[in-house]
Structure formats: C-alpha cells, structure tokens
C-alpha cells in the first residue's frame, strides 16, 4: 500500500485531498501544520510528501529543507503546493528546499493526482511543473 503524507493547515484542503487521494487508494496520514508532519515523520516514512507553502510557524520551504535534513526521507518525493502564483524565483527556491515539483492549489483533480503518480513512480521529469 502507498503511504502519502499531506500538510495543510486548511481544513477544508485536507478534506479534499483526502477525498482524491483515498478514492484513488492511497493511504493517507494527515498534519494541519509542519510540526505535526514532523511528528509523524517520526512514525513512518511516507512514499510521497504533499505540503503547502503558505503555514503558520513553518512554512513550506522550511519544512522541505527539514525533512531533506533527516536520513530516512532524504529521497522521498515531496509536492509543494500554494494558493500563490510563484514567479521564477519562488519555484527555484522551493527546489532548493528539496521539493520535487510545485504546483498551484487549484487545479483539476486529474492533473494532481497525475502528478501524484508521477512522484510516486519516480517519474517527476516527465511532468512538467507549473512556471519551472
């Protein structure tokens, strides 16, 4: 079974998420910020990472740069998502941070989940992301 962890502190985007996600039959371990997440990164080790940009206390860039740091989730993929367009610079800073692919929040439920599958199968390349 395929293990994703989501971040967001939105309730209503963990909602929808967890709807996509479990309706295609991922199995899902949800954070409402980066210090949840990092708990349950204690726990186990996802086979994917979704985390927003925009959280309290943490950010999203942030909190790529922290897992990156830990042994175990060094090579896990991690999709960064924002309700924000991001020019050039912020795309180049969120892989700097050690995100996989960046999209924006709101887009059509199959683009996401074949990014999702993309990361999964090791394939980010050839999904092209948003504004690279």
Same mark, same amino acid.
């Given at each position: ?20 996600? *479990?309706? &295609?039959?991922?199995? !899902?371990?949800?954070?409402?910020? &980066? #210090?949840?997440? !990092? ?45 924000? =367009?991001?020019? *050039?610079?912020?795309?180049? *800073? $969120?892989? $700097? $941070?050690? &995100?996989?692919? =960046? ?9 996401? !989940? #074949?990014?999702?599958? $993309? ?8 999904? #092209?992301?948003?504004?690279?």
């Amino acid at each position: 079974m395929t293990h994703i962890l989501i971040v967001d502190d939105s309730q209503q985007m963990r909602m929808l998420m967890r709807l996509m996600l *479990e309706k &295609a039959g991922y199995i !899902l371990h949800v954070a409402s910020n &980066a #210090k949840e997440a !990092l708990a349950l990164l204690d726990q186990r080790t996802p086979d994917l990472i979704i985390t927003d940009l925009m959280m309290p206390e943490i950010d999203g860039f942030q909190f790529c740069r922290m897992v990156r740091q830990r042994p175990e989730t060094i090579s896990t993929p991690i999709l960064l998502r924002s309700y924000r =367009v991001m020019d *050039e610079l912020a795309v180049k *800073e $969120a892989y $700097a $941070a050690g &995100a996989n692919d =960046v999209m924006h929040l709101l887009v059509q439920q199959t683009e996401f !989940l #074949k990014r999702v599958r $993309a990361l999964l199968d090791g394939d980010s390349g050839s999904v #092209k992301p948003l504004r690279r």
